[in-house]
Nanobody, 117 residues
Framework: QVQLVESGGGLVQPGGSLRLSCANS????????MGWYRQAPGKQRELVAT???????NYADSVKGRFTISTDNAKNTVTLQMNSLKPEDTAVYYC???????????WGKGTLVTVSS
């Protein structure tokens, strides 16, 4: 069973940095893409960044130049380095992974990031 577990959220001041990590604590599986999504209060869940096993990345326009996604394919892990954080980055951040052979997607339970002075 796949169990994605996020860590690294918390409270940070505007302009600060946080590093989110996600690991699969369950059975290893072959994935073709992992990524991060976020959901702010009263808003829909949105893409933050994704990375394929070929290391192709995709970022939301709102985070380009500030966030960096990385992965370890052999370990089912994905990391999001977030710099120059803004209050509008406040949200619950969810880890996502897509299984290679059937496209099934898995989600973590989320970690809260709060950017506030």
């Amino acid at each position: 069973q796949v169990q994605l577990v996020e860590s690294g959220g918390g409270l940070v001041q505007p302009g600060g940095s946080l590093r989110l990590s996600c690991a699969n604590s369950g059975t290893f599986f072959s994935h073709d893409r992992m990524g991060w999504y976020r959901q702010a209060p009263g808003k829909q869940r949105e893409l933050v960044a994704t990375i394929t096993t070929g290391y192709n990345t995709n970022y939301a326009d709102s985070v380009k130049g500030r966030f960096t996604i990385s992965t370890d394919n052999a370990k089912n892990t994905v990391t999001l380095q977030m710099n120059s954080l803004k209050p509008e980055d406040t949200a619950v951040y969810y880890c996502n992974a897509r299984r290679h052979w059937d496209g099934m997607e898995f989600w973590g339970k989320g970690t809260l990031v709060t950017v506030s002075s």
